[in-house]
Every structure is written in C-alpha cells, then in structure tokens.
C-alpha cells in the first residue's frame, strides 16, 4: 500500500496478485486500485480506479482451437448515490470458445458495507459475455449486482502467462435506472483474475458445438385443418397459441427428448435410429407416439444452412396427419423454440436501435382448409430507445416442391417492448383477408445477435351463414428467423 497528500486529500495505492480464494498467489496477473479520497466541509469524497497488470501473453501463443476454462475471483466497488459505499467479492468461472471466440463469466458475488463493514446475507450473481479480439484480448458487456440494484456495463480484459494460462479484466458498470447516459459519481468499478482450471465445467457458448446438454422450455404454437371443414374444427382449421410449456432437451449424444405437462402425446425421446431423413435445413425423425404417426423435423443450426446461418436460435415442429372415421383427415403440427436466449438483464441495457432480416416457416390453410406449407421473409426493427418494435412477415403459399405458389402478402407488425423485453406484438394483413394475427419475438444470444418468434394468423369473423369459413379467411402458425444486421 502507498499512501500520501495533504490534509485534506488522501492518495493509496494497492496491489494484489493473492487472490482470496485460493491459498497459492498468481503467477502472471495481479490488480490493485487507486483511491483518491477529498474532504470537503467534514464530506468525503472518493474515487476508485481499478486496473489489472503483469505479463501478457504473446497473440501467437493464445490458442485458436479448442474451449477452456479459469476459475476465478471477482473484486470492485460500488459507489451509489444515497448508499454506503459497497465491496463486491465472489468466485465463478469464465468458459471460453476459442473456435468461435465466445467467452462467458458467471460468479457469486456478496456484498460488504464498507461502512459498516458487514456482508449482506443475499449472493448475487455477476455475468459477462463477449468475444475474443485478434490479440491477446477480449471485452463484451457485463451485468453486476449492486446496493441499488442491476448495473450494467463493460469488461476488458487480456490473456496473462507464457500460454494463456491466467486471465485478468476490469469491469466498469452503472445503475440500469439512470437516464440518460452513466453519472461518474455513481456505478461499479472491480476486476476479475483468474487461473486456467481443467476441472472448470463447460458451458454452452452456441448451438453448432454443445459443451453439455441443452434445456429449452415455453410455450409452442399449434395450427390444425380438416379437409371437410366442419368435421373436426367449428370452421374447417385452427391457429393458436398453446397454454402449455414444453421442454426439450438435446443431449450432447444427438439425443433428443421431450416433456409437456398433461399433454401424453408430446413427452418422448428421439435417437439417430428414428432419423429418416437430413437436409441443409432440417432434420428428420419419424416414430409412432400413442398409435399416432409422428415426424419431428429439427431447423439446423450452422453454416452448413444455407436458407439462414444461426448460431444461438432455432426450432423445431411436430407434424401428424391422421384419417378420422369417415375418411377425413386431420393435419396438425406444433412449432417450439430452442436455444440460447439473450439474459433478461442483459436487454434492459440495450439502446439504440437494430435491424434484423430473415425467413418464416410455418403452415396455413384457407377457408377450404386443406393445409400448405408457409414461407417467406421476415424484418424486425427495435427501439431500445422508445421502447418499440415494428416490421413485417411476407408470407407465401408453397408448393409441396418449396417453391412459391402465391403471395399470402405483408403482414405489418408493431408491439411494445418495456425494460427492453418484446412483448406479444399485433400482425395486421391485406384487406383482402378476413383474419389478423400476433407475434412473439424472443432475442438470442448473448448480445441479442438473433431472434426467434413464435406467431399465428386466424380469422377475424369469417363465417358464413352456412356455418362455413368464408373466402379470405386464412389460418397460420409458423415461427420467424432473423439475424441483426445493424448495430
């Protein structure tokens, strides 16, 4: 510790290469912090500078291939306008994917009145997520909790040692609530180090290279016809979105199970022996649940699709097609989606604007009911600002061949988004349709780099005095694809 000044102001300087957490000192990172403290009419005023040093590792001794793991600690401080100054300490881990340059930081953090200096009996978590740079570097963005609640931020960090094997970052955050723009007299300053840990377990960084089994649970959206209108559903086809919540989990092994409450007909497990058939875009699988011929077809993530390269969303849908007594048929499919969605914290920081372009997949039918196959373009713009989003799908009728049948045209779409989160927005159609819809939209990855959304068309009305659907009714259910393609 160094220490100096006059009367009136205070200057120390720390250093630490010891972290608290393990009993042996770092080799190649340390952190330290300078406070500059003032006092003004019996008022003190501090300030914190934290920062990470030692010996970096050369860029042509980072790994370019593989993933691993550090253990880390976390320390810094919060200064928050109307609190007592806080300490933060934790440990966690950072996983990082050097084949895609992903990194994740995950840690328990306890909070410490420096007044006080009691800890708050509550653990908090502290994440980061980001990218590796061309060097030895990395940074993305960070969220930590503090004595007011969510701040949100930046992390910057480098390699340490001969062959990466320690790490070290400085982490600068402020209170989500202030508006506009950061204030310097409040927020969070802190830094992280650690050492690299073959025992770190690994975590999910994209959909393309599993690290460990992925749990995806909502909700899915369900379209259903008749070819006799009348004979199964009141107007011939149904759009809706389901009340239940249906898990799906995609072992790291390719296999695939499933699990919805009360719902018999969707709780079942998918291995390479039921996968009949595999394209750029889907996979295939086909069994007999409940005496019902089932075909679950998979969207593939990955470059190798060539429709649209996701990395962090996708879906799937159930399909089966059953003769009724009497020699009708019934259509029905289920479209769910899986992945890595955005953390909900991480989009109360967004501001700004962004674009996102992409695909639609679904099923429809109109008023004669019998079931096609729906496709086309999809544009979403957001808001952070305004907290708003509009776009619009452009639906096609296909031919059991993909290609294009007949325009179904624009649908227009405009929803809300409070605290950064989309919520369920309206799809308004040509006149030339007698229905109307809603849409879903739910961000992926870990700087919202995707989205996925659920969404249906049904009538508006739409029955004759014959009891059947007249023309311009239309029926959809279908997901909708897109990447951001500006900041």
């Known amino acids: 510790m160094i220490g100096g000044g006059s009367s009136d102001t205070r200057d120390v300087l720390k250093l630490f290469t010891q972290r608290a957490s393990q009993s042996q000192p770092n080799q190649y990172v340390g952190y330290g912090y300078w406070q500059h403290d003032t006092l003004t009419a019996q008022i003190q005023n501090a300030s914190f500078n934290v920062f990470t040093y030692g010996f970096p590792t050369p860029t042509a001794n980072v790994p370019r291939t593989g993933t691993a793991g550090w253990d880390i600690d976390l320390f810094g401080i919060a200064l928050i306008s109307g609190y007592a100054p806080y300490g933060l300490e934790g440990t966690g881990d950072f996983n990082v994917d050097f084949m895609t340059g992903e990194f994740a930081a995950l840690a328990d953090t306890k909070m410490l009145n420096l007044t006080t200096y009691e800890y708050q009996p509550t653990v908090y978590p502290f994440t980061a997520v980001g990218r590796l740079g061309s060097g030895n570097a990395f940074s993305g963005t960070a969220l930590v909790i503090g004595p007011a609640g969510g ?15 320690e790490i070290g970052a400085t982490i600068v955050a402020y209170p989500q609530h202030m508006n506009p723009g950061p204030n310097e007299s409040n927020g969070f300053v802190g830094a992280i180090t650690g050492t690299r840990d073959p025992s770190v377990a690994p975590v999910n960084l994209n959909l393309t290279k599993l690290q460990q089994d992925l749990t995806s649970t909502g909700k899915t959206v369900h379209f259903a016809a008749g070819k006799s209108p009348g004979t199964f559903f009141s107007l011939g086809a149904n759009a809706i979105f389901e009340g239940f919540d249906q898990t799906v989990t995609i072992a790291k092994n390719g296999q695939i199970s499933f699990s919805a409450s009360g719902r018999p007909g969707l709780n079942s497990t998918f291995t390479d022996l039921e996968r009949v058939e595999q394209t750029s875009r889907f996979t295939t699988y086909r069994k007999t649940i409940d005496n019902l011929p089932t075909t679950l077809a998979m969207y593939r993530p990955g470059s190798g699709n060539t429709e649209i390269a996701l990395s962090y969303a996708s879906f799937g849908h159930w399909t089966t097609s059953v003769s009724e007594p009497g020699g009708e048929e019934r259509f029905d499919r289920q479209y769910f989606l899986y992945g890595l969605p955005t953390p909900v914290n991480m989009l ?36 952070f600002t305004m ?3 509009t776009g619009a799908l452009d639906l096609d009728r296909l031919n059991p061949d993909g290609s294009v049948a007949s325009s179904l045209g624009r649908w227009v779409i405009d929803g809300i988004m409070p605290g950064g989160i989309p919520y369920g927005g309206s799809l308004t159609g040509p006149t030339s349709f007698i229905s109307g819809g809603g849409i879903q939209p739910v961000f992926f990855g870990p700087k919202s780099e995707e989205l996925a959304a659920q969404f249906i068309i049904a009538p508006i009305g739409g029955i004759g005095t014959d009891g059947k659907p007249l023309p311009g009714t239309l029926w959809v259910a279908g ?9």
Do not use: C, H, W
């Open 348 to 383: 109360a920081t967004r501001t700004g604007s962004a674009r996102y372009e992409g695909i639609v997949v679904g099923a429809g039918a109109l008023s004669d009911a019998n079931p096609f196959e729906v496709g086309g373009k999809s544009m979403f713009n957001f808001d």
């Open 387 to 389: 907290l708003k989003y």
């Open 151 to 165: 701040m949100s931020g930046t992390i910057d960090g480098r390699f340490f040692g001969p062959n990466a094997e």
């Open 479 to 487: 997901v909708a694809l897109a990447k951001q393609i500006t900041p």
